[in-house]
Structure formats: structure tokens, C-alpha cells
């Protein structure tokens, strides 16, 4: 028999932009994160960060319902940001990092606007709460209507929303990309330059739709809808990866993740903490136990001791001879 | 679950500004307490408890956008349901049980009532509203033989005051109580039971957009009422700061309840 030697518990703490994370589970946006007293109770569950529902310079009442369907294989949601505006936001960030603090949890204040220099006024009225970390959500895909072009649609937009956030807070900002773009390493590569601490991925894809075919109407009444849950979850994965090899960065990894095998894989991908938004539906605020109890299973199991130590680890595939065409020949004129 | 869009069967006027619309669906593991939410496509989507689970059946007084739609309809009508959701009443027992229904809060509790009548268990139903065209349910309770209490804040008929006030005699043989009502009711009601040490679950209501426990609408001092409730016992809410204080519109931003004479701490 061999002497298995004992070694201490893995260590499920990560950090990133200078703020410790108990463990890598974080309350995606959107998620109950409408009140301190759920935040908290998020964080008691389990959370190793949590994340306000985005809030923007002025109160909006949102889309009317359905707002929110399960159609099978994930959610479609077009909430249209309901929030009660930055100041009564500030005051509950205020009031749940309170408690939060001393229970080690993190707290994420997320932040959306209309416009580049309304971003920079959001995130200076969120900064006295003094969240751990700020969130700039760039990235809503169910307000082009509104808003116009998502500012996360072209480098140069989003890389402007970050600098303005940048010289309006002393407080580390995440950057929350969507999966829609066709190059997201070159959006992650300009808000990285514009200064941006992390990176979170991705937002909800699409807009989709789901229409009832006896009345003929979109289920959703923005009639389009984000689209989460397990069917984005191999696209979210690859975005992760994708920003992981040109970002150096931390990146919270989200997009359909429900197991601890979901998450596992997104930190093989190169994410530094992992989201978890729609999950909560199917599986209660007990995933982010689980969540986290399953990853150290594996760390166990692998005799990892860190995070770190498995992290961006993806391995490098072969080519596989005969697949691929030759690549043209390019002859000396 | 997305919903499933059926015609309008049936609809009953039951007071000036409340109609019961019966449903070409049933929901037969709906429990007394929980609700649906009902879409009218295109429009918008409100939940409404469950007054009869079969066929489905609700009623809904117009006070909004939605509920004057609903009003407007004919039978034949499409609408689209999902549910059943929420945490409702546990009827398991066999005390004397106090039913007591604010307004058009007691369409919530008929569904309890005929289930309780079932397991014939001794059943009182106390109705209270402003005036008498205000109270709902009168016939339909009383063909299901239970007695019935009834006060108006007007005196136009039965007890002239708060239904709570015309229940003190009842509450003396009540071993437990059934509550759905407008919340100063509700918190009336609260009082009483913890008081008495009646064991007591109350319906509550508020803002509601997914209705299934992750937009975070519905927060009640962190309770999702569309999962955690529609049902509390008196101590869960004895214990929730919000309750009777503090309510949420659709933006998220806090209202309080005039009289309540709360302040944010």
C-alpha cells in the first residue's frame, strides 16, 4: 500500500484586482441582486462575490412582463434594467457591504448608461459605497433600441466607456464583454489597453426569440430577449479562452455554468472566478455550494493546491494531418 | 415552462370591479396559496392565486392596465398561464380554523376554504371590505356550509369596522388562521395571533416580475414571496423588518406603507 502523504486543504481563494474572493463562486448581475438583504443572502450561501443588478444614472421601471421564460434548454430574459438609479443603488451597496466585509465576501456594484460620459458619472455616484469592485456592463444585449449600438460592439467603443470609468473611480473595474462580438480577444485587447483591472465573460447571447405559436406573440415582451443558461455555456467557455490568451488580466468567467464541472472548465479556460446567474433557477441558492465543494473535489484529486495551479491549463490540441487544406504556396513574382 | 395560452371558458361577475375567469386548463397539483402567472400576449403578465384548480380559475378585480384588459374580455377569449408557484398554505391539522379575507384577498383563501371543507375540518371565514359592494364570496362560501363573518369599515353590511375586529369572538376557538388581505390587515392579524399564540399564515403580497425566485423583484427583507412565500407563518414575518413597512415598484425603489410610520435606518 502506498503512504498517500497528507496534504492540507486545497486553497479555493482567488485574487483578483488586489480583493481575495473566499472562493471563486461569484452572484452573476441581474440575479437578485436587487436588495442588501438579498445580496447578503446570496453571499451567506455560499457566494464568494456577489454583484448588484446593473444600475444606471436614473430609475427605470423596466419592460412589462413576461420578462423572464425557461424554453427548454436555458432562459431568454429582456428585464430592460430595471433599477432604482444609482443614488437608492449606492445606499444599498453601502448598507450590504456592511455585513458583507466581515464575512469576507465581495461585493460588485455593476453599472450600465446611455452614453460614455454618463458611464463616468454612474461609476463616481456608485464609488462612495466603496464596492470592492466595480462592473461596467457594456454589454446588455436587449436595449439597442434605446441605447443604439452596444458600446461593447466595436473596440473603440468600448474601449472609450473604460477609460471614462477609469478617470472617474479609484476603485478596480471589471468590464463585462458580450459573447456576440466575432472577435471578442480584440475587445478584451482594447479595454485591457483603455485600463480596464478584469474582465468578466460574457453577457447573455443574442438577442433570441420564442414565440408562442397559438397567439402567434414573442413570450418575451421586448419580443427579444438574452439568451443564458446551459445552451450558451460551451460558447461562454470559448470566449473565455479566447480573452485568456491575449489578456493578462483576471477574467470571471460566466455563461451557463450550473456544476462544479462547468466551472472547472472555465477556470481550464482561463477564468480567475466563475458566475453564476440562471443556474439559481434550476438549482436553488445551494449551487454555489456545491459549486464550490465540487471544484475542491476535484483539486483533490488532481493534488492541486491552488486555483493556479490548473488554471489556463488547456492542452494544446495536435494538428491532425490530411484535415486541413494545404495552405496556398505563395511564389516570388 | 412557457406558457400555455387557452381560451376563457367562463366568466362570473362577482362584485362592480371583480370578475372570476375560469380557464380551459387545469392545474391539479396546484395547492391552496399558490398563484399563476397570467399573460395576456402582448400586453403583460400578473400573477393571481389560484381560486379553483380545475378547471383553473381566477379572479381578479380591475384596478391596472392588465386587469381592465382582462375585464374587456369576452369568452372564447386566449390567455396564457404558467405555475403553479409560490409556498402555499399547509392545511395539515385538524383544529378549528379561522379563515380571514380583506377585500379581494378572500378569493385566495376560497381554494383552502373548499379543500379544509373537504377534510371537514371546522371552518370559520370572516370577510371584511369598505362597503358592501366590496366583499366577494358570500354565496359561494355559504353553499359550501361554512359560517360566515362579515364586516364593513361602512357598516353597509354585517359588523360595522375592520373584519380583524369583527373575528375576536371566533378567535377564541380558532386553533389556527388563514390570512390574505391587504397588508394593515395582514400586520393586524399578525399581532393577534402572536398575541394569542395561534398559529397563523398569512399571504403576501408584492411587485412580482419573474415569479420564480431569481429576478429578486419581490424581496421581502431578502424573502422572495414568489418562492419563499406567497405563504409566511406570523413569526417568519414577525421577523422580516419589511413586512407592513416597505414595499418595492417595478424600478426597485422602496415606497413605504402610508401610516406604517417607517423610516429607512
Known sequence: ?333 | MLPRVVSVTQIVPENPYTKTFVLDDAIPHATPGQFIMLWIPGLDEKPFAIVAPEPLTVTVAAVGPFSRALHAMDIGAQVGWRGPFGHGFDLNGTGDALLIGGGYGIAALYFAARKLRERSNAIIVAIGGRAEQDLLFEERLNALGIRILVATEDGSRGARGLVTAATQDALDHAKRILACGPEAMLVAVMRLALARNIPAQLSVERYMKCGFGICGQCTLSGKLVCIDGPVFTAQELSQLPEFGRVHRDASGAVHFFQGSGARRV
Open chain 1, 1 to 333: 500500500m502506498t503512504k498517500v502523504t497528507s496534504v492540507s486543504a486545497p486553497d479555493l481563494s482567488v485574487e483578483i484586482c488586489g480583493v481575495r474572493l473566499r472562493n471563486p463562486t461569484v452572484l452573476a448581475s441581474g440575479i437578485l441582486g436587487l436588495s442588501e438583504d438579498l445580496l447578503v443572502r446570496v453571499g451567506e450561501a455560499g457566494a464568494g462575490a456577489v454583484v448588484t443588478k446593473s444600475c444606471g444614472l436614473v430609475p427605470r421601471a423596466g419592460y412589462p412582463n413576461p420578462v423572464v421564460a425557461d424554453w427548454g434548454a436555458g432562459l431568454i430574459n429582456a428585464v430592460g434594467l430595471s433599477n432604482p438609479g444609482v443614488d437608492a443603488t449606492m445606499e444599498e451597496v453601502r448598507i450590504a457591504k456592511r455585513v458583507l466585509k466581515p464575512k469576507g465576501i465581495v461585493i460588485i456594484a455593476s453599472i450600465f448608461a446611455e452614453s460614455v460620459w454618463d458611464f463616468g458619472l454612474v461609476a463616481q455616484r456608485i464609488s462612495p459605497a466603496e464596492p470592492d469592485l466595480i462592473e461596467v456592463n457594456i454589454s446588455c444585449p436587449n436595449v439597442e433600441h434605446e441605447f443604439g449600438q452596444f458600446f461593447c460592439a466595436t473596440p473603440y467603443g468600448a474601449a472609450q466607456v473604460t477609460r471614462r470609468v477609469k478617470q472617474c473611480t479609484d476603485i478596480p473595474i471589471v468590464v463585462k464583454l458580450s459573447p456576440n462580438e466575432v472577435n471578442i480577444a480584440d475587445i478584451a485587447r482594447a479595454v485591457v489597453d483603455a485600463g480596464a483591472d478584469a474582465i468578466s465573460a460574457v453577457n447573455t447571447l443574442g438577442p433570441g426569440m420564442v414565440l408562442d405559436i397559438e397567439s402567434r406573440a414573442p413570450i418575451i415582451s421586448n419580443r427579444i430577449g438574452g439568451i443564458s443558461g446551459p445552451a450558451i455555456h460551451p460558447i461562454a467557455v470559448r470566449c473565455v479562452n479566447d480573452i485568456a490568451r491575449v489578456a493578462d488580466v483576471p477574467i470571471i468567467g460566466i455563461g451557463g455554468n450550473a456544476t462544479a464541472r462547468d466551472a472547472i472548465e472555465m477556470i481550464i479556460a482561463g477564468a480567475h472566478a466563475v458566475g453564476i446567474g440562471s443556474a439559481i433557477y434550476s438549482r436553488g441558492l445551494g449551487v454555489f455550494g456545491e459549486t464550490t465543494r465540487g471544484i475542491e473535489a476535484y483539486m483533490r484529486r488532481h493534488s492541486f493546491s491552488r486555483l493556479d495551479d490548473f488554471r489556463g491549463s488547456v492542452m494544446a490540441t495536435a494538428p491532425v494531418a490530411g484535415v486541413r487544406p494545404p495552405e496556398p504556396q505563395l511564389s516570388e513574382p
